[in-house]
């Protein structure tokens, strides 16, 4: 906090510095608490280059030592951000342990992060004591009838908004935490999705609402369709639409004309990006051991449960798995996370230990080999049992080995016979 830095360093804010300092993304947040309708989060594809997608999930332990291991080969980075592939605030505590660890580890780093303004508000506060110098929110529209087009849904908890009521949510959030970032003395930029006929005759009038604000640096980026999303057969805007519309809301605010569309594990510098060169860095980041099951990293645990009463599904068959977390010994049900589709092969394992990265251990009714060796890899424990779900819980959480064992589950059988002959393969 004490050590000056040089705020014109950020390649992403300053673009006459592209070519001189470089930024490395941290894929430490996989949770996301809004829908976009433009957003298609496959974790591994590592053929993609754009926001939302990485190669793989890390703690912030494993970030740390991630970005350690980049720096020895790319000391050109001044930039440590989070931009997923979720949302940081629907990670927070992952979101500011890493930022605590590396603002102590490199002190003359900036600290950078890129969120959809929902949850950061009431964070504000302390990622200003940290040190953050810069944030970036998305805002694609200031009117709420215009935005209820863009947003499939809006997450609090357990409690999903829709349609207008989110649209207007949102957007009160996004105005607030904006307003707060500002009077925290942290610089902030506007990325907006450019998206044809639902708001690019708008983004004008998204550039004015945020010069009142106080905003630093306006980015309009192209909608870029992603198959299996509601906006999939919108074409992408192209480049004299694109410099129109800029010219237009550089009358309000300066603009960002370098953006890239970086991945949630992107590095390097803009212009010679080298994410795939440090995957191999990234990758046996994530095999590092997390120091402790017990810690905030890992502090829930998953059920396969048909009708949420009962641990009574295999997991090959189950398609949403519950996530439970236990805080003063009361238990409470988080949310439900789907689970990768069938069919997909032994990947299909490698995807779920990714959305069970906060995850301690999963109870099931039943799992084939190759699964429980790859979630055991990962760090998720695996339990086989029958009963109620707070009976297994309780046992789970308290490593009571008695009462797991009283639950264990008789051998189930299976329809899908190679899967549970530990092939990996995945119900079909």
Known sequence: MNTPRDLSKHPCFNGEVKGQFGRIHLPVAPKCNIKCNYCNRKFDC???????????????????????????????????G?????????????TLQTMRLIRKRFPDLLLCLSSNGFAIAKHIDEIAQIGVSHVTIT????????????YGWVSEGKVIHKGLQAAKLLLARQLDAIVKLKAAGITVKIN?????????????????????LGVDLLNCMALLPNVDTPFEAILEPDKTQMDALRKEAEKYLPQMRHCTRCRADAVGLLGQDRTDEMRTCLSDAAK??????????????AVAT????????????????????????????????????????????????RILVD????????????????????????????????????????????????????EVSCTSKTECAGSGGGCS
Request: charged fraction near 20%; charge should be neutral.
């Open 306 to 353: 048909l009708e949420g009463i009962l641990i009574n599904q295999h997991l090959g068959e189950a398609e949403t798995v519950q996530i439970w977390s236990r805080d003063n010994n009361v238990l409470k049900l988080i949310e439900e996370r789907e689970t990768p589709k069938r069919g997909c092969g032994p990947t299909r394992w490698l995807h779920l230990a």
């Open 46 to 80: 590592v053929n993609e280059s754009r926001p939302g997608v990485t190669s793989s999930i890390l703690s912030p332990s494993q970030a740390l030592s991630y970005v350690e291991k980049v720096l020895e080969k790319e000391p050109r980075i001044t930039v440590v």
């Open 288 to 301: 590092l051991p997390v120091p402790s099951k017990k810690t905030s990293g890992r502090p829930y645990i």
């Open 359 to 410: 995850c301690s251990a999963i109870l099931v009714s039943g799992i084939g080999a190759t699964p429980q060796k790859v979630l055991a890899k990962y760090g998720v424990q695996t339990y086989v049992m029958n009963g109620f779900i707070e009976m297994g819980l309780e046992a789970a959480f308290n490593n009571n080995t008695a009462g797991l064992t009283a639950m264990k589950a008789r």
């Open 192 to 212: 907006t999705i450019v998206v044809p006929g639902i708001n690019d005759h708008h983004v004008v009038e998204v550039a004015q609402k945020m010069k009142s």
């Open 139 to 150: 805002v694609n529209a200031v009117n709420p009838e215009i935005s209820q087009k863009i």
């Open 82 to 94: 989070i931009a997923g592939p979720g949302d940081p605030f629907a990670n927070p505590e992952e």
